[in-house]
Every structure is written in C-alpha cells, then in structure tokens.
C-alpha cells in the first residue's frame, strides 16, 4: 500500500502528546517496526494509519509500513487481518506477539507507547524470576484482552500480557477495542473489561499481576 | 447524616405484609442475601404504584441474582394489606411490603421526612451482611427504573465477588474515538 496515502500528522497526536511521545521514544536503544493493516475506506483504519505513521516518524528507531487485508494475506500470514485495524510489532523482521486490533486511543495509547517500549528496549523492568519461567514456557499461547479506549483498569491489562509477549516467542498478546467488533462482542458475552481470554479456555476479568498471568499461561495449554 | 455506603443496617423489627400474609421482618432477616430496600412515600399514592409494579415485573430477575426486594412506607401493614385489596398493580406483588408506621426503619436511612411523616424516594442496595453497598435518594415526585436497579445489583455483586478493577462495557457503536493520553509516570 502506499505511504502516500496516509496522512503523515494524526489528528489525535496534540502538540503536548507529542512533546511526551518524544520523551518516551528517545530512550529507545534497539528497533521496531510497526505493521499496520488497514482499509483505506474505514474510518478508524485511516485513524489509526495516521497514528502509527505519526509515531513512526518521531523516531529513527521506528519504521512501519501499511497493508491492505489482500497483500497481509500473503506478506503478515501470523497476524489476524480479519479485524481491521490490526497493528502489530516486529523486531529484527520476527513478530513479536505484540498486536492491537482497533486505534490505540483513550488510555490504550499507553499500552502501544509501552509495548514499542519493550520491544524496542530498554524496556520495562522485569522479575528475573518470571523471565525465566517465560523462557522454559513449551507451549503456545495466544491471549487476547478485550478493552474499551475509556477503562482505566484496560491498558493496565494489555501492558502486562503485552510485556509478557514481548519476552517470550510462545506468547502472543492483542489487544481488542470490543467497541469495534460488536459480533465478538456478542460471541464472548463481554459486558464487563478487561476481559482476557488465554488459548480460548480460560477467561479472566479485571487486571492480573504477572505472576497471576503467568500461572494461568502455564496452565492453559 | 453523612455517607451512607458501607452503613450497617441496625437491628430492627417491623410488621410487614407478604403474599396475604402478615409476618414480622427484623435485620436478621436481611442477612445471608443480597437486599433492596426499597422507600416510598405512601400507599394508595400515583406514582408509587408505577414503580412498586415495574419492580414486581423484574422480581424473579433480582430474585435470579439471589437478591431480595423489601418495599418499606409509612404505613401500616394493614394499610398494605387495604391497598393489595383495592389494585390490581399491588395485589400482583410477590416481594415483601414492610410497614414503618413509627418511621424507624425511615430514619436510619435518613430519608424520612418528619413534618409529613413520609419517606422520601430511597432506594437502598445492602450485601449479605447487611452493608449498604449503593443508594440512590430521590424526591417525592421523581419517579426509579427497575431495570437500572437490577443492573446496579448486578454491577454490585459483581464487584464484591472480582474486586473493582473492572469497567461496565458501556461502548456504543459509532462512538469517536477518545484522544490518547499518555500517563507512564513509575512505568519506564
């Protein structure tokens, strides 16, 4: 898709936001890359385009790069286009696990800020103790924590499984507006958030500690 | 009187009026279960009708949530009984009617208004050990929603069983998006 296309500035990035963002971005010491999938014809796609191109230019450590659902086909085959928007993180050219479907705004921009944080290093402090558990984990997981841009318990939620994600191959962890996928909505019966769900089996509510999430991963093959 | 939430309901006993029957209810009565007390002006009024009977609608949907509902006036049990006899809206009615002719019950809850000996519109949510977990008081003429009861029961058992760090998914199609803030203050 062309970059042409997409706005550079985001509407939704203030002068103030951005003055913040540059803070934040400065201290990156590695590279990340942001996918974006998106259809040029949905609003909240084209919002969250400009989003991620905003942010990507704030720094020389990000990139990103812009797909419609046909070329993600072929091009991001690990990363759900069906939900558009969908934006996830790479490093060194691997996903990392780390995806938001939906725009990152409200107090979900925390969430993208912190998960290029970690990605990109030097990332957030972490327990030794757990980063070596998510190390030895031996089977796949894949968490999605359902959010409205408005919770502030919500992005407490996506940082912590995004962190986790970030840390270890096994664990994928995307964050899911459920203002915008009513038909998800409805098929998780979701009146209350954060809601998680871990590999389809388990489903939590509110936020967990890591060491609370870690064990619902461990048991939930 | 100050804030009433987390107020523990002071024993009391009352006469009410229960399917036919006249029974005796005290606080011991209110224990082991979710509870709505649940004021009204006065019987054979125009509004309280419209309201007792919205809530007689939603009764087995707060009794599904294991809560239960107590109406409580001024009057007499006698008088609830007088009142179940002349309409059909109260006669349907299959929750506890409490009488508090002495205002004892009224004026725990600080809604009872002296100089008219009538309670004002309060509506009172206790756990089951008789905490009051959310109320709402409205003036006399200002009508409730049984439906929006039942929710705040719901959203306070909720609450009591997983803690408070969730929020009601209240979003509705179409909503803007909200601007981003950024708050990372203790988390680089």
Request: with cysteine; proline share 3%.
């Amino acid at each position: 898709m062309e970059i042409d296309k997409i706005a550079s500035k985001s509407s939704l990035i203030t002068p103030e936001l951005e003055e913040q963002l540059l803070g934040v971005l400065g201290k990156l010491t590695g590279e990340a890359h942001l996918a974006c999938v998106v259809d040029l014809e949905d609003k909240a796609s084209v919002e969250m385009a400009e989003l991620v191109r905003h942010i990507a230019g704030l720094s020389d450590k990000l990139s990103c790069q812009f797909y419609d659902s046909k070329e993600a086909e072929e091009a991001l085959p690990e990363l759900d286009s069906t939900l558009l928007p969908a934006t996830a993180l790479y490093r060194q050219g691997e996903y990392t696990g780390v995806a938001f479907h939906g725009v990152t705004g409200g107090k979900e921009m925390n969430s993208l800020v912190l998960a290029i944080y970690n990605v990109a290093g030097p990332g957030q402090e972490m327990d030794k103790r757990i980063l070596k558990k998510l190390g030895k984990l031996s089977h796949k997981c894949e968490i999605k924590i359902f959010v409205s841009l408005a919770c502030h318990h919500c992005a407490q939620q996506v940082i912590t499984c995004q962190q986790m994600a970030a840390c270890s191959e096994a664990i994928e962890a995307r964050m899911i507006d459920a203002r915008l996928y009513p038909h998800l909505a409805k098929e998780y019966k979701i009146e209350r958030i954060p809601m998680t769900v871990i590999n389809e089996k388990e489903i939590l509510l509110g936020t967990k500690t890591m060491d609370q999430m870690y064990q619902y991963v461990k048991s939930c093959k | 009187m100050g804030n009433l939430i987390n107020k523990q309901v002071e024993p009391f006993q009352v006469s009410a009026f229960s399917n036919g029957e006249f029974i005796e209810v005290s606080e011991k009565d209110l224990q082991g279960h979710w509870s709505v007390l649940f004021f009204y002006p006065a019987d054979f009024t125009f509004v309280c009708p419209t309201e007792l009977g919205d809530l007689a609608e939603h009764y087995e949907e707060f009794q599904q949530e294991g809560c239960e509902i107590y109406s409580v006036s001024e009057d007499t049990h006698f008088v609830h009984k007088a009142w179940a006899d002349a309409s059909d809206t109260i006669k349907k009615i299959r929750y506890v009617m409490l009488a508090d002719p002495a205002g004892i019950l009224a004026r725990q809850f600080g809604v009872l208004v002296e100089e008219e000996g009538q309670a004002l519109r309060g509506t009172f949510i206790l756990n089951p050990e008789g905490k009051v977990k959310a109320y709402e008081i409205h003036d006399m003429g200002i009508g409730r929603n049984a439906e929006e009861l039942l929710r705040k029961v719901q959203a306070a058992k909720f609450v009591e069983e997983h803690g408070d760090q969730v929020c009601p998914a209240k979003w509705q199609p179409g909503e803007e998006t909200l601007s981003p803030s950024l708050d990372l203050v203790g988390m680089l």
